[in-house]
């Protein structure tokens, strides 16, 4: 059984920046090769915004590409999405999960841009 705990949500003005944390907790190492933080607004889907695979190779959807950098830590376990020149439509609950098939999903952290 592996769980997700996200953390570093908070509330930002436009264009501030903020550091989310993913911990990985499970026995197994394997599922976490692949990586990605996802959000979710009010009455929408997740949406994935950036996946990571190994210790360097990252994608990003479009919207935020150039703002938004995805790593992880020296063991691979925690996972991180530094978001800088935050906009209010970044505003959503987020989550990380393995990627591209997510397994169960953690509370998330909330993350609103508003001035």
């Known amino acids: 059984q592996v769980q997700f705990v996200e953390s570093g949500g908070a509330l930002v003005q436009p264009g501030g920046s903020l550091i989310l944390s993913c911990a990985a907790r499970?026995?197994?190492?394997?599922?976490?090769?692949?990586m990605a933080w996802y959000r979710q607004t009010p009455g929408n889907q997740r949406e994935l915004v950036a996946s990571i695979q190994g210790a360097f190779q990252a994608n990003y959807t479009d919207s935020v590409k150039g703002r938004f950098t995805i790593s992880r830590d020296a063991r691979g376990n925690i996972i991180y999405l530094q978001m800088n020149s935050l906009q209010p439509e970044d505003a959503a609950i987020y989550y990380c999960?393995?990627?591209?098939?997510?397994?169960?999903w953690g509370r998330g952290t909330q993350v609103t841009v508003s001035s």
């Open positions: 499970t026995r197994s190492q394997d599922i976490f090769r692949m």
């Open positions: 999960n393995t990627f591209p098939e997510p397994t169960v």
